[in-house]
């Protein structure tokens, strides 16, 4: 029962996979001629596909290292933190794995897969449940893009 509230549902997954593929499409034509994509010949939606194939096998720590690969390629986005915080609990490193849901957090502050896997691994360890307090619950609310256009619009 409690691992089947860790795993996301499927049709999440394939949402997830597919922001995570344009994200990655995204930022490959914004740097068409980058150095070092074109020395190391890695494909990042390959990359992502392999890690997700990985875990999928249970090969947990493998997996985790194809995502911690694309974020050292500058990939990144909630997905990729949130596939790799899944690979790290799962490898039984939990604590590195709260450290990655809270990246994918603070990417995707309203994310409710982000944030219940992120309760579950706290609870997990049996640590507090870290409610932030009034004001910085209701900051976490915006993403950090979105506060800048509130600011610049107030100004």
Known sequence: MILAKFRSHPGNCARRFWRSLISVSLSLLALPGSPALAASGNDPAAIF???????EQSKFAEAAAAYEKLIEL????????FNLG??????????????HYRIAEQL?????DVR?????????????????????GW?????LNEWTLLATSAF
């Open 74 to 81: 500058g990939h990144v986005s909630s997905a990729v933190y």
């Open 116 to 136: 219940a896997n992120l309760q579950f691994a706290r609870n997990t360890v049996g640590g507090p449940g870290a409610r932030p307090s009034r004001w910085r």
């Open 49 to 55: 596909d392999q890690g997700n194939n990985l875990y």
């Open 139 to 143: 900051i976490q609310h915006l993403t």
């Open 86 to 99: 899944n690979a790290l609990f799962k490898a039984g490193q939990i604590g590195r794995a709260i450290a």
């Open 108 to 112: 995707a502050p309203r994310d409710p």
